[in-house]
């Protein structure tokens, strides 16, 4: 797409600036209450990490070697002071038992839907379907393909589904 305004636009990105920027323009997307900052986003996940491990029932101090980090370093990432990589959320994910999804849910609700309700909806069907036996979910499959209006879209999920 050659006109950036219309990109803009049709993302719904507004010009912001970030103090983890260097207060340097940039776009974003606006979340329900506005644009969450890095920073604030940042604090979210932390959060996130440190309840999800405490619901566990596991303290840092024995968490942090399944980590494969020490105490204060692993420590970082529960206050926010270092950021984790792709490949470290994945590894928190199958060490505490939650999805991507969860953890990106909490910083950014608003890539789930355009209200707070439709993306509380949309993450309520994602919980459902995860628990899913693996049979029940072809059967879904199948049906939302047959609810799903055009060709495209039901060769897609056909794709993803292996039907």
Same mark, same amino acid.
């Given at each position: 797409?050659?006109?950036?305004?219309?990109?803009?636009?049709?993302?719904?990105?507004?010009?912001?600036?970030?103090?983890?920027?260097?207060?340097?323009?940039?776009?974003?997307?606006?979340?329900?209450?506005?644009?969450?900052?890095?920073?604030?986003?940042?604090?979210?996940?932390?959060?996130?990490?440190?309840?999800?491990?405490?619901?566990?029932?596991?303290?840092?101090?024995?968490?942090?070697?399944?980590?494969?980090?020490?105490?204060?370093?692993?420590?970082?990432?529960?206050?926010?002071?270092?950021?984790?990589?792709?490949?470290?959320?994945?590894?928190?994910?199958?060490?505490?038992?939650?999805?991507?999804?969860?953890? /990106?849910? #909490?910083?950014? $609700? *608003?890539?789930?839907? !355009?209200?707070?309700?439709?993306?509380?909806? @949309?993450? +309520?069907?994602?919980? /459902?379907? #995860?628990?899913? $036996? *693996?049979?029940?979910? !072809?059967?879904?499959?199948?049906?939302?393909? @047959?609810? +799903?209006?055009?060709?495209?879209?039901?060769?897609?999920?056909?794709s993803i589904a292996g039907a």
């Amino acid at each position: 797409m050659s006109d950036l305004s219309s990109y803009k636009n049709a993302r719904g990105l507004v010009e912001t600036t970030d103090p983890e920027n260097d207060d340097k323009p940039l776009f974003r997307r606006p979340g329900f209450d506005g644009v969450r900052t890095f920073g604030e986003m940042d604090d979210i996940i932390a959060a996130f990490l440190k309840q999800s491990r405490e619901d566990q029932g596991i303290s840092r101090a024995e968490f942090a070697p399944l980590v494969g980090l020490s105490i204060p370093v692993y420590g970082r990432y529960e206050r926010a002071f270092s950021r984790m990589t792709v490949t470290r959320m994945i590894h928190l994910c199958e060490l505490l038992g939650f999805m991507p999804i969860d953890i /990106l849910f #909490e910083a950014a $609700p *608003h890539l789930w839907g !355009r209200t707070q309700e439709e993306a509380e909806d @949309r993450r +309520t069907l994602t919980k /459902l379907i #995860e628990r899913l $036996p *693996h049979d029940t979910m !072809r059967d879904l499959i199948r049906l939302l393909q @047959r609810m +799903t209006p055009g060709e495209k879209t039901a060769d897609a999920v056909a794709s993803i589904a292996g039907a």
